[in-house]
């Protein structure tokens, strides 16, 4: 064993630690009152996949993806070390794979066999990258940054945040210590857990994705990463011409136990030979050499390169052919083409069209806002909006002051809005459900939709109707809508006090032609126009 | 010495949960209990029994006139007491939009419960906007803190804190979910604010107190002068301080446009609720006969509808 390189490696596991440690941070941290600095999703646009995928699918430049520019860079000079270092995915597998380990089958299959499905991720990548092509955005599906965020985001956390909650709970009602107890739940209040228990619709099928990405362990080490991942894809594409590589001095005696230790299978012929697109710069394999001759450096010299694992002119080409096929079956959409679904979007999703091809499915805004009203979809509105956000209103409005869905948007598919844009910001329009509405059903007085109504000119009137209320005698007066009034948050919906489904409901914008949304989208527009693709300040494309 | 195998950890480890699990059960099976809760009596006090108006332009100044006309808060707060004091926190509004208590107002009932002696004082309210943001924009978590109290978020409709409680003498609802602050605090200082209400016409201090049930308090409205009064006799007001310095005259509870507002410059306090929301009313030009509740709470014997049996001291600060 080599001690002074084993260094390397681990200086690469603190680094790890570090990065994953950020990433988990900054989810904490998406959340009311979001820090005025900090970039919560700086690792979603850090990301080239997302960048590229939201860019062609947008047709647009997006200033917020300024990151995932640096990243291209620091492959060009330092190879995959995105993958090794930094992705916060990637470091999440290296924990469950030493999980694994016991389980995972011991004889090692030669390098052949176990670079036969590396060029999945190319196929993977190559069909993404065309449906973006074609306005189809489904990268933020298999974007390890993606998948990240929604499992820690709208998974780990809320199950974290449910058994901290539950155990704080018993410990208050024990009456055990009460005075520690008391200040410990104050101080994770103010700290880690959430200010209401956050629940996502659907959980378990990000968890089941999470936990399918992690069995792939028991084949192989970072199975996903070598054979699947399509942003480690175009990593390996550019780090064929990076300028840091592994190098095997003089002296090597082919005892294979770098070879063995390589978690990417990048180690080929008698151990001296690397595909450099596959090697994520781990520095097992100079930690655990004998001799000492396995070595990472700059110099240009004799590297003993591999033939990288490519996509075959064939396997090229089916990958197209299958791209091509996928967009008509995405596309052709029953339940969106006949108009049978629409979803209320979070505000300044608007645009349906816009939307679908600028929101990678991250699910930071679920995450963040403030009501937990927007859920995922799933499939009602075909598998193109498979886990884009809706707003779900009888689990919770939008806060009428709120535009945190906005900023930590990573792609701009949700603009920033100042307050006052929020204000005007239409998203839906409500209507009564004159079977179950109180005053229309049971002739009885209730007014909590008008009392909540935040538009300054309310956007529910109470008529009166020459009749009386059946229990008290008073005058009976029934709620009307005012659709050119209401912008559709949804407040009245959530807090009708009828049991499961409201009397008043918020469907998608009634009038297309509302002067409003007009205004909404030429402001829109404009801003894109003066550079504004959307983003935090300090994240790249802030104003 | 000995060393662990994975074997031992695993034996050993079930063994310490299981013991574990087992204390943590007779810990809860303990919770089982406890002490029955029970609704704060009313305190009793040497307050006047008259209603006090206060004039002024700066509303802290009238909040302490109004309470020194009465006998300042020495006559309601022994030392050691814990004092509850309730303003309107329910909307993201700015205190200028009048839809939340003013926060001079709030900060000056603490700063007086404080220098009266109390141990505690504790600012609440369930908020109908999201509470983080109507506790900031309010200004009245800051104002508060800054004053003295302690001050706390209701997390929705089902904090823990919301417990089931018994509403004694209840028409319309024997029991509700109300927080458990009034079953720890002896003295419950009302401060609400004076609003147009489209339904009810307005909401003054006896509407107030929605602010500490938790539930689905929507469904009071189809028989909210029955409910109102019901958790108005259970739940024992000592004071009510009614801050008028800006009212909401149309659009309310919420409001939003400065159109909405009205300056009255006024701060009204009394132990009498029905008393108090009375006078309340005719700064709208409606008398207490015109509020349902108002009415419901004055034939449940819980004070005076008519203010011209009260008597008024009128002061200016």
Request: hydrophobic letters at 40%; aromatic letters at 8%; a positive charge.
């Amino acid at each position: 064993m080599n001690k002074g390189k084993s260094r390397l490696r681990t200086t690469r596991r603190v680094v790890q630690a570090a990065f994953l440690l950020l990433f988990l941070y900054l989810i904490l941290r998406t959340a009311e009152p979001l820090p005025a600095s900090a970039p919560v999703s700086i690792f979603l646009r850090s990301s080239p996949l997302l960048a590229l995928t939201a860019m062609l699918s947008s047709r647009a430049w997006i200033a917020a993806f300024v990151p995932a520019i640096v990243v291209v860079v620091l492959t060009v000079a330092l190879a995959r070390v995105f993958c090794g270092w930094i992705c916060p995915f990637g470091t999440t597998l290296d924990i469950t794979d030493r999980f694994l380990s016991r389980f995972r089958q011991k004889r090692k299959p030669d390098a052949a066999t176990q670079q036969r499905y590396h060029p999945v991720k190319y196929v993977v990548l190559t069909i993404v990258v065309l449906l973006a092509v074609f306005g189809v955005q489904v990268a933020g599906w298999f974007d390890p940054i993606c998948i990240a965020t929604r499992t820690y985001g709208t998974v780990a956390y809320p199950y974290f945040n449910f058994v901290a909650e539950k155990t704080l709970q018993t410990a208050v009602r024990s009456n055990f210590l009460p005075g520690f107890v008391a200040w410990l739940d104050q101080a994770a209040h103010q700290s880690v857990l959430a200010f209401t228990q956050p629940v996502y619709r659907a959980h378990l099928v990000f968890l089941a994705v999470f936990v399918g990405i992690v069995l792939l362990g028991l084949l192989e080490r970072r199975f996903w990463c070598r054979h699947l991942c399509p942003l480690g894809a175009i990593f390996d594409l550019i780090s064929r011409v990076s300028f840091l590589r592994r190098y095997v001095r003089d002296g090597c005696t082919n005892c294979m136990r770098c070879q063995r230790e390589c978690k990417m299978g990048a180690i080929t012929g008698k151990g001296e030979m690397t595909a450099p697109g596959e090697c994520i710069e781990c520095f097992a394999c100079d930690a655990v050499c004998p001799e000492g001759v396995s070595t990472f450096s700059f110099s240009t010299g004799k590297a003993q390169r591999a033939k990288s694992v490519g996509l075959s002119r064939r396997g090229f080409v089916g990958a197209v052919a299958g791209g091509i096929a996928a967009v008509p079956a995405l596309r052709t959409n029953f339940a969106r083409s006949e108009g049978l679904f629409r979803f209320v979007r979070p505000p300044g999703g608007d645009e349906e069209e816009k939307f679908l091809a600028e929101c990678v499915r991250c699910g930071q805004c679920m995450r963040v806002c403030i009501t937990g009203g927007l859920q995922p979809a799933l499939l009602e509105a075909g598998l193109e909006a498979m886990w884009t956000p809706k707003l779900v209103p009888r689990v919770g409005y939008c806060e009428y002051n709120c535009t945190l869905c906005g900023q930590v948007c990573p792609t701009g598919a949700l603009p920033i809005l100042t307050e006052e844009e929020k204000h005007e910001t239409v998203i839906g329009t409500a209507f009564f459900d004159r079977n179950r509405c109180i005053p229309w059903a049971e002739n009885r007085n209730c007014a909590v939709c008008e009392e909540c109504c935040p538009t300054p000119t309310k956007s529910i009137e109470l008529r009166d109707t020459g009749l009386v209320d059946e229990v008290t005698g008073e005058p009976l007066r029934r709620p009307y809508i005012l659709p050119e009034v209401c912008i559709g948050c949804g407040l009245c919906e959530y807090k009708c006090p009828l049991p499961a489904q409201a009397g008043v409901l918020v469907g998608p914008i009634r009038d297309p032609d509302d002067p409003r949304l007009r205004q909404m989208r030429a402001r829109r527009r404009r801003r894109r126009r003066r550079g504004r693709g959307g983003g935090r300040g300090g994240d790249g494309g802030g104003d | 010495m000995r060393t662990m195998t994975r074997r031992g950890f695993l034996r050993e480890g079930t063994l310490a949960s299981a013991g574990g699990a087992a204390f943590a059960l007779g810990l809860c099976s303990q919770c089982g209990q406890q002490p029955e809760l029970k609704l704060k009596l009313p305190k009793e006090n040497s307050l006047s029994r008259d209603l006090a108006v206060a004039h002024g332009a700066d509303p802290a100044q009238i909040t302490k006139a109004a309470i020194d006309a009465l006998g300042g808060l020495g006559k309601l707060i022994t030392p050691g007491d814990v004092v509850m004091v309730k303003p309107n926190i329910s909307w993201d509004m700015p205190p200028a939009l009048a839809a939340t208590t003013n926060p001079d107002v709030v900060a000056t009932v603490v700063e007086l419960a404080v220098e009266a002696g109390a141990r505690e004082v504790h600012v609440l309210d369930h908020t109908l906007n999201e509470a983080r943001l109507t506790y900031k924009r309010s200004g009245i978590a800051e104002a508060a803190e800054r004053a003295g109290a302690t001050v706390s978020f209701v997390r929705g409709k089902n904090d823990r804190h919301f417990k089931e409680l018994p509403i004694e003498g209840g028409v319309s609802m024997t029991s509700w979910p109300l927080h458990d602050i009034l079953t720890k605090a002896n003295v419950l200082i009302n401060v609400p604010i004076a609003k147009h209400h489209e339904l009810t016409r307005l909401t003054l201090g006896m509407k107030n107190l929605m602010g500490l049930a938790g539930g689905e308090r929507g469904a009071w409205h189809p028989d909210i002068a029955q409910r109102l009064a019901d958790v108005n006799s259970a739940v024992k007001v000592d004071l009510t301080i009614m801050d008028a310095f800006r009212i909401l005259v149309d659009d309310g509870p919420r409001g939003g446009s400065p159109d909405d507002v009205k300056e009255t410059h006024q701060m009204i306090a009394g132990v009498d609720p029905v008393a108090v929301d009375s006078y309340a009313a005719t700064l709208f030009g409606l008398k207490g006969e015109d509020i349902n509740y108002v009415k419901a709470g004055h034939e449940r014997n819980l004070g005076e509808i008519d203010i011209n049996k009260v008597k008024i001291r009128e002061v200016t600060a």
